[in-house]
């Protein structure tokens, strides 16, 4: 892509530094999941029901669909930025 296809705003170091900030916190969710999941695994069945069954469960799993929509967005972001690169 030329410098006379970019929009005049382009920032391509802006768009650098979103793009780490976006793979930060896409790593860290991935860790906090995997942390959530090793925890299920030593609660009873008792504890897990109860905590499945509380709001914060509810906004929890809403979270990770949202970010699971989100995710072919990052892919098309990451695209760009490889593009750019070149």
């Known amino acids: 892509m030329s410098d006379n ?9 802006q768009a650098r530094l979103a793009y780490t900030i976006i793979q930060s916190l896409l790593e860290h969710t991935r860790v906090v ?16 029901k ?12 809403d979270s990770r669909r949202s970010l699971e929509r ?7 972001f990451a695209e760009i930025m490889k593009t750019l690169s070149e």
């Not at 296809?5 to 170091?13: A, G, L, T």
């Not at 925890?39 to 009873?44: F, G, I, V, Y």
């Not at 109860?50 to 799993?61: E, M, N, S």
């Open 5 to 13: 296809d970019r929009p005049p705003d382009f920032d391509q170091e």
């Open 33 to 48: 999941s995997d942390l959530i999941a090793l925890m299920a695994q030593t609660l009873d069945q008792d504890t897990t």
């Open 50 to 61: 109860a905590l499945t069954q509380t709001p914060v469960w509810t906004a929890y799993l």
């Open 70 to 76: 989100t995710h072919a967005d990052v892919e098309k």
